[in-house]
T-cell receptor, first 112, second 117 residues
Framework: QQQVKQSPQSLIVQKGGISIINCAYENTAFDYFPWYQQFPGKGPALLIAIRPDVSEKKEGRFTISFNKSAKQFSLHIMDSQPGDSATYFCAAGGTSYDKVIFGPGTSLSVIP | EPEVTQTPSHQVTQMGQEVILRCVPISNHLYFYWYRQILGQKVEFLVSFYNNEISEKSEIFDDQFSVERPDGSNFTLKIRSTKLEDSAMYFC???????????????FGSGTRLTVV
């Protein structure tokens, strides 16, 4: 019940395109949904996060869409750039959990 | 921007040896964590630590593992007798307490790559 599912496992997008990564969770007690970006040899870095009281949050080229009834959330990267090439992890956590549960990750490659 | 600092960046150890991974969390943070990532796999929760005691641990965190905050600034993970399957990246994380965005703001270090041979 604490599992976070993520798809696709890998994604190739042309420069300037939109990258979309989807996640789903089961436990309705989760109330914090962050996305982490990880470059090789580095730790996960918080990219953007959303609480379930809003359906969308945008920061620059990054947007989280959240569907509480479907227990799904997604990351959209607009105008994808080669520098966005990294592994992206969705995660879930919240006030009832003293941790975040990570999804399995999506390897994004943005090609020129 | 405040950082979580981990040392060493890479540790090679022989099977059966003890290792200590070190972390310096962000100074005003109250909650501390260890996660691990086996190469190419997802980031897995190991243990959380608050108020000088473990608040939660995963199935991975067995009797071979221990954590300590010895001096109010460092946070360590000890593996008593390493096994080959302990080879992984180990990430320390911390977050602030209180309410609002600081409650959720987990910051991860760059990790220690542990190789057990």
């Amino acid at each position: 019940q604490q599992q976070v599912k993520q798809s696709p496992q890998s994604l190739i997008v042309q420069k300037g395109g939109i990258s979309i990564i989807n996640c789903a969770y089961e436990n309705t007690a989760f109330d914090y949904f962050p996305w982490y970006q990880q470059f090789p040899g580095k730790g996960p870095a918080l990219l953007i996060a959303i609480r379930p009281d809003v359906s969308e949050k945008k920061e620059g080229r990054f947007t989280i869409s959240f569907n509480k009834s479907a227990k799904q959330f997604s990351l959209h990267i607009m105008d994808s750039q080669p520098g966005d090439s990294a592994t992206y992890f969705c995660a879930a956590g919240g006030t009832s959990y003293d941790k975040v549960i990570f999804g399995p990750g999506t390897s994004l490659s943005v090609i020129p | 921007e405040p950082e979580v600092t981990q040392t060493p960046s890479h540790q090679v150890t022989q099977m059966g040896q003890e290792v200590i991974l070190r972390c310096v969390p962000i100074s005003n943070h109250l909650y501390f964590y260890w996660y691990r990532q086996i190469l190419g796999q997802k980031v897995e929760f190991l243990v959380s630590f608050y108020n000088n005691e473990i608040s939660e641990k995963s199935e991975i965190f067995d009797d071979q593992f221990s954590v300590e905050r010895p001096d109010g600034s460092n946070f360590t993970l000890k593996i008593r007798s390493t096994k080959l399957e302990d080879s992984a990246m180990y990430f320390c994380a911390s977050r602030g307490g209180g309410t609002g965005s600081s409650y959720y703001g987990y910051t991860f270090g760059s990790g220690t790559r542990l190789t057990v041979v």
